[in-house]
């Protein structure tokens, strides 16, 4: 594990002297001091707009920017790296620069029922307005994807959009299966891997992942930046979709010709800082034993799952052994509401609701979880500390549902 | 001059240090909510931005306001509570006297942005323009 | 003026030992300490995702970037302000939001030859994928735009694009009277403000400006952030643009509602840390006397101006009264590239290119400039050994082109 | 080995403290570029990713490389310059020896990673190509 005095925030307390504990990691991690330190360097020695000048410091920015880029295509093992605002946009940009130069009335895609609203919205947006047809694969009891309902929903298919390991059960999808099966009917992958890409490393060539998309913020990085890996072939069927500075080649009145790199798809200023700072959370990453810690992790939450269990909750989700460590639970006897407030009350953090996947709630017959998922600076006695906590909350407040 | 139900248990919150025993009060208020049977519960008495599912509805007979609510979420029936304790069977111009503030005095959230959709303020915002049409 | 002490990136020197001198503010500003030390902050103290969760630290976050938007909004005295990743993000919303929402075939819209490519190249590509007629107001020899063109060209447009300030020439276009004469025939306006809103309050409800596109990383704020700010009336006319988490009300299989207020047009986790660096920023400007400031900045920018003028060199702007202090530039002697590097070996940082206005440099019969660009740390001795330099440079290369 | 001319140059600007008279020597080098004259400038000898102007044309003839060239700016025709030294007239087997170093030798481009659009990159890219099918 690491040293979670790394995490400067990790030694604050709230509402008074209680100490954090920090288990809301799957709607975003905690950063280094190492990722806060390159920022603010950046900002108080390099600052500077990138591309195009010859000046020190622009020189240095950029360099600084194209840093991260190599960083991710490396860690990815990636043909293209597009760096987006996060994981949202990043599906925006496959739906408009992908989708809309390839999908024609009539075309299916395939979602799943496991899908986060970031991966949902943009393609009900597009098939409503290009006439497509959106496919979802069912979720099990057991709370995996139907994949007998996956292959029927392959025919004529031209787009698969997958999930790689789900926000609210921590469930890893069989995505090697999935791409194989959706290449087989010549259909494209997107992987959604907000969540798998902090908990394991993706290899998309390996995988044959068309595109994937991730989010800084949920691995250790910062705000406002994430990227979206494209394999070069998925890369020559796109078309631009935002326009403006640094994506274009020539500009004139009668029309544009653009840049035909990733360039293309980062209009206007890009993320400079942000991108100093995901570099740097890669490289600490990279020096961490990330199976080692899928071990610890899991452990701690097949752990917690099962304490919550013998106290009565309804865990959602199964731990196996490619899963995240996400433990999403109810008790009969008190709303996810309420519980998260007497959990904040002592230090707690865990996220409560619908975790922006109502399809997959609806699906499971409920409206929300609580939800404690676990990072590479989360500890076993931060476990038995929760659990400790959640008996207490139990025994005084649980008969209130 | 609130009422004086109000008052006192407003002082109360203010005497207990502990977070979870000022949960603990805000809970057993959820019992002084006049019950909004749920199946009156409609889209018109739902309270927006709430998280959870909270009804509220309010009259004003002889002068006098009736407030019935419900919610799923036993702190936001005991917010509902607390309005009633202000609200309930008191004079229209007694009920006007609360403010938001009384949310600030229960210690329990920290501030009352709008961006939190804790859903209290369109609680009161309701409330406050039923009487206003009074 | 404010003091150079508070940005701690103008104490530093380039290759060795040049003390920096940054006059590209133009492309990026620098930032105050105050603004990277909020950042540190939030990221040491207080991260967490926004939006629907009870915890303290995601209530603390939330709040911080909430509190980003109302001081926007009063700052502009807006009626709704959308946080976007920036200019280009915010013009390109307008394009997707509410082009595609408003415009149909044979529609028609107004841009000018003096936009940046972020203020043409959204529209172009809307233009030909929906039949729009785009019509450009042309450039006058005096580096004005040509108003009786505009008038004329009025006639059955929708839209009015128009950059408030120039980002090559400074020249500050008459928005109040493009404004009238736009709403006279029932035309929206979208001022593209990167440049002017650093340099002037702009109030938005007294200009009556329908949007309002600007970028943090001008204006002292980090880069990654800008905003739309939008009247209600435009506002209710809008579709959504990216489909994702937070920006909907309820998502199932069948089809999804979104939000009613500026989350419907942010989608995913938004920009926290950014908006926190901003909001601190503005706190910042509004310290400053901004009309002061501009006096001041003009005096330098036209004192630069005729200095360089003196030295032979072709000054592109005319740096009226309410002009901002940029000072585009070009020598007979000596190309622009070799120029700004010769200007950055001994420190100045000043841009060169096209600066993302192909078709004004077009117009002007060229395809570069030098530019260089005032801010608020900016002093007068810092514009005399610029032109010391200039000078130096001349007389050693000025015969070169 | 590379070619005298060329070693003896980059000795030069490593023998100069001060950027600006780096830039001098650079300035000077455009004048070893065999002219390519303008209207031999065609889309196929454009170096792409260069913010200037320039056009770099390549030969082999009997074993020995001819390089003609001009560009806008007179630093990137100084880097051509450079470039000349040490492969124009010389056999393949010398110009091969021109590496990408030459340039961080002149310590003017603090360092050529592809994202900086000198050009220089794109430049010796289409040299060495053009050598690499004679
Ligand atoms: C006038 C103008 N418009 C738009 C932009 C684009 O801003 P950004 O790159 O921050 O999106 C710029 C800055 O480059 C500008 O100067
Ligand atoms: C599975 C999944 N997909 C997509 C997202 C959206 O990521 P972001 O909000 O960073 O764009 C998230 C995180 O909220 C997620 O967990």
């Not at chain 1, 002592?346 to 499971?364: E, I, K, N, S, Y």
Request: glycine fraction near 8%.
């Amino acid at each position: 594990m690491v040293d979670p005095a790394d995490f400067p925030i990790l030694s604050r307390t709230v509402h008074g002297n209680q100490p954090l504990v920090y288990l809301d990691n799957a709607a975003t991690t905690q950063k280094p001091a190492v990722v806060i330190d390159a920022m603010d360097a950046y900002y108080r020695h390099s600052n500077a707009n990138v591309h195009r000048a010859v000046h020190a410091l622009a020189g240095e920015a950029t360099d600084a920017y194209e840093a991260c880029r190599a960083t991710l295509r490396t860690w990815f093992n990636a043909e293209r790296v597009v760096l987006t605002s996060g994981t949202t946009e990043a599906i925006n940009l496959v739906a408009h620069g992908w989708g809309r130069a390839v999908l024609n009335e009539g075309d299916a895609i395939v979602l799943t029922e496991m899908e986060h609203h970031s991966d949902i919205v943009p393609w009900q947006m597009l098939a409503k307005e290009r006439g497509i047809e959106v496919r979802y694969v069912p979720v099990l009891p057991d709370m995996t994807l139907d994949m007998e309902a996956y292959e029927a929903s392959l025919e004529g298919a031209k787009l698969v959009c997958v999930v790689h390991t789900s926000n609210v059960l921590g469930v890893r999808n069989p995505v090697e299966r999935i791409i194989e099966r959706a290449h087989a009917v010549g259909a494209r992958v997107l992987l959604d891997a907000a969540q798998g890409a902090p908990h394991t490393r993706i290899d998309v060539k390996a995988l044959g992942a068309d595109f994937l998309a991730v989010s800084a913020h949920k691995m250790l990085g910062p705000t406002g930046i994430g990227c979206l890996t494209i394999t070069q072939a998925a890369f020559d069927e796109m078309q631009p979709f935002m326009g403006g500075g640094d994506m274009i080649e020539h500009v004139s009145l009668e029309g544009s010709t653009y840049q035909s790199n990733e360039h293309k798809f980062e209009a206007g200023t890009p993320r400079i800082a942000e991108a100093v700072g995901w570099k740097v959370a890669m490289d600490y990453l990279a020096e961490v034993d990330l199976e080692a810690e899928h071990e610890r992790l899991l452990g701690i939450a097949r752990w917690t799952a099962e304490q919550l269990r013998s106290l009565g909750c309804t865990v959602y989700g199964r731990h196996g052994d490619h899963d995240s460590a996400v433990v999403s639970f109810l008790h009969p006897g008190l709303h996810a509401e309420d519980f998260a407030h007497l959990l904040d009350a002592a230090g707690f953090a865990v996220r409560t609701g619908h975790h922006c996947a109502q399809p997959l709630l609806h699906r499971l017959g409920i409206d929300s979880t609580v939800r404690a998922s676990f990072y590479l600076y989360n500890t076993m006695a931060e476990a038995e500390a929760f659990i400790e906590r959640v008996t207490h909350v139990l025994a005084r407040f649980g008969g209130n549902a | 001059m609130v009422s004086e139900a109000l008052a006192e248990v407003l002082e109360e919150f203010e005497a207990i240090e502990d977070r979870t025993q000022r949960f603990e009060l805000l809970f057993d208020l959820a019992d002084d909510v006049t019950e909004l049977p749920t199946d009156e519960w409609s889209e018109g008495n739902r309270v927006k931005g709430c998280q959870s599912q909270a009804h509220i509805d309010v009259r004003v007979e002889d002068g006098l306001v009736h407030l019935r609510g419900g919610a799923d979420a036993r702190i936001v029936q005991g917010l509902m509570g607390l309005l009633s304790l202000g609200m309930n069977g008191q004079t229209v111009d007694v009920a006007r006297q609360v403010t938001l503030d009384i949310v600030e005095a229960t210690g329990l959230l920290n501030s009352l942005t709008p961006s939190r959709s804790n859903g209290f303020r369109t609680m009161y915002d309701m409330v406050m323009s039923t009487m206003g049409e009074a």
